[in-house]
């Protein structure tokens, strides 16, 4: 990993009041179910959700369950930028109190399609040798969304790894959001910050493998995506969809700065440019 990462720190979500855990296990809490992973992969790919998997965003969607499709006034203006995820929370608990239930929510997850050529790229790893390819998510969507369009596309499987904000349904049928964890990165939502998630898990896992892995490739769409990906070294690869935020904040870096970003830079349309280059690659 590069040079670029900011000083930040994670921190797992614990229950208020709880007290924190030691900084000397936050790592170990972190890469909790890692151990079972194959140790000889060669490749380590991240994947963003939102707008990279699915071609909206989760959280729109859900939008849809609300009566007349729409959320009230008095609702949207309680938004605060860096805040999203507590705006959410208030969301979810909006839709709860109109009826809507849980079942509801996971057709409309079900529902959304997925980016243009994104299952071919998904067949693509699972027909991969073993050694080849750990693939891990990172998205500021929730588990209940994320496992929800996973399961009904049959592609949960392929997932070694999803770090996102829990989020389960409680005994009054609320689906409840809690934030990922907490840092101190400028860049990103006070639940997220992936370039934090990458870096931890990238570095335990190296440890637990005893060596680095060949490359690693990160697939995303959004400013939250740019923040991981400035972290990444000569020999990795950044494919950011073409004309999104990361793909400008990649672009204006180059402009701004020749040299800050490191990795080599491959913007798609279609996920299927994405598998042909994994596919030289992996060859070489």
Known sequence: MG???????YVPPHPPGEEEPPRSRRSEIMASNSSH?????????FFDFDETIVDETSDDMVVQAAPGHHLP???KDTYQPGRYNEYMQRVL???SEQGVTESHIRSIMEKIPSTPGMLTLFQFLRTRPPQDFEVVMVSDANTFFI???LRRHGARPLFHRIFTNPAT????????????????CPRCPDNM????VVRDYVARRTQERGRPYQRIFYVGDGANDFCPAISLGPRDVAFPRRDFPMHRLI????????GEFKAVTVPWVSAEEVLQRLRKLVAE
């Not at 672009?251 to 020749?258: F, L």
Request: charge should be negative; aromatic fraction near 16%.
């Open 3 to 9: 040079d670029s990462f900011f000083n930040c720190c």
């Open 73 to 75: 006034d008095w609702l």
């Open 37 to 45: 992973i194959s140790s000889d992969k060669r490749f380590i790919i």
């Open 93 to 95: 608990t909006y839709l």
């Open 251 to 258: 672009t204006e870096t180059h402009e701004a700065m020749p």
């Open 147 to 149: 496992e929800s369009w």
């Open 193 to 196: 910050c992936k370039q934090v």
């Open 169 to 184: 349904f409680n005994k009054d049928g609320r689906l409840v959001m809690r934030p990922f964890h907490s840092h101190d």
